[in-house]
């Protein structure tokens, strides 16, 4: 019910933009985070957006470069990435919280996922 797209090999200090297209009714309705997962490390908070909009949460090592946005006419998440990093290299995922509207941090209350969109930052 989601597909991620945007990702590729950037700069280290360049911008990336990741979309996530919804195919559900719901998707309005539903909080939405994008978490990312390197190789070897365990999957990683990276931002997450209430039902409305409304309100934002970051991740510590992303707070200040990287947005978090909605359009739910469009039923699309995006992930506006700016001043990439090196260590922003990961396999990034979108997912999306069907049981309540407000953002979390936390892995388990997301309940249908994307299938991960790579980003690459070269030093």
């Known amino acids: 019910q989601l597909q991620a797209s945007g990702g590729g090999l950037v700069e280290a200090g360049g911008s990336l933009m990741l979309s996530c297209a919804a195919s559900?009714?719901?998707?309005?309705?539903?909080?939405a985070a994008w978490f990312r997962q390197a190789p070897g490390k365990e999957r990683e908070f990276v931002a997450a957006?209430?039902?409305?909009?409304?309100?934002?949460l970051y991740g510590d090592s992303v707070k200040g470069r990287f947005t978090i946005s909605r359009d739910n006419a469009r039923k699309t998440l995006y992930l506006e990435m700016n001043s990439l990093k090196p260590e922003d290299t990961a396999v990034y995922y979108c997912a999306a919280d069907s049981t309540v509207g407000i953002a979390t941090m936390d892995i388990n209350e997301y309940d249908y996922w994307g299938q991960g969109t790579q980003v690459t930052v070269s030093s």
């Open positions: 957006i209430t039902s409305t909009g409304s309100r934002t």
């Open positions: 559900g009714s719901t998707f309005s309705l539903d909080a």
